[in-house]
């Protein structure tokens, strides 16, 4: 079983539109959560870190955790082709586990 | 702060000969960690050092290797290098601490002829 789960997408939303990535996890002793973003040809980029239940934003981020649910998702609010990319979720225990990405396009 | 370097950043080899990468951490960071990363498998844990010390191992063959120096620069070393093995290889810094937010440096793009 992998331990990290993401749609691979890819997923497609307008300009201006919230996208919406989700990702699941098996372990339920895991405490931190990121978000990494990684365009085509270049290395993954930290954008979003969360370590308790709930809601964290950071500009037109927001990461959310659930660990009940071994759930973590990112909104993109007001969506721009600059946020095409694929985006990494990361899960840290003991390691990082990474889930192979999720593709987002935004169409002007 | 100077983010996470390494080098080279390119490189071709042939089948059958060694490689070693260079990777120097963000200042301060006591931990690297060594990724492989291709379209077909996404990304890969190889290992990770921490204070001159292997701390984690993912599950490689044993021609990958790495090591840490004082100065927290680390290199890895593949041998016998086999076509398979053409992929972006990721160094990633930490400084190891609860946050354990990680920084990922360029890559170095290997091609194995």
């Known amino acids: 079983q ?8 890819p997923l497609s939303v307008p300009e201006g539109a919230i996208a919406s990535l989700n990702c699941t996890y098996s372990d339920r002793v895991s405490q931190s959560f990121f978000w990494y973003r990684q365009y085509s040809g270049k290395s993954p980029e930290l954008i979003m870190s969360i370590y ?57 | 702060k100077a983010g996470v370097t390494q080098t080279p950043r390119y490189l071709i080899k042939t089948r059958g000969q060694q490689v070693t ?7 301060g960071h006591r931990s690297v960690s060594w990724y492989q990363q291709t379209p077909g498998q996404g990304l890969q ?15 490689f063959p044993g ?24 992929a972006l290889y990721l160094c990633a810094s930490s400084a190891g601490t609860m946050s354990n937010e990680q920084f990922f ?3 170095t793009r290997l091609t194995v002829l």
């Open chain 1, 2 to 9: 992998k331990e990290v789960e993401q749609n691979s997408g």
């Open chain 1, 52 to 108: 308790s239940n709930g809601d964290k934003e950071d500009g037109r981020f927001t990461a959310q955790l659930n660990k009940a649910s071994q759930y973590v998702s990112l909104l993109i609010r007001d969506s721009q082709p600059s946020d095409s990319a694929t985006y990494l979720c990361a899960v840290h225990f003991n390691k990082f586990y990474f889930g192979s990405g999720t593709k987002l396009n935004v169409k002007p």
């Open chain 2, 21 to 27: 990468l260079s990777c120097s951490p963000i200042s």
């Open chain 2, 45 to 59: 844990f190889l290992f990770e050092y921490f204070s001159e010390t292997q701390r984690n191992k993912g599950n």
């Open chain 2, 63 to 86: 021609r990958f290797s790495g090591r840490q120096f004082s100065n927290s620069r680390s290199e890895m070393n593949v041998s016998t290098l086999e076509l398979g093995d053409s």
């Open chain 2, 105 to 107: 440096g360029p890559g």
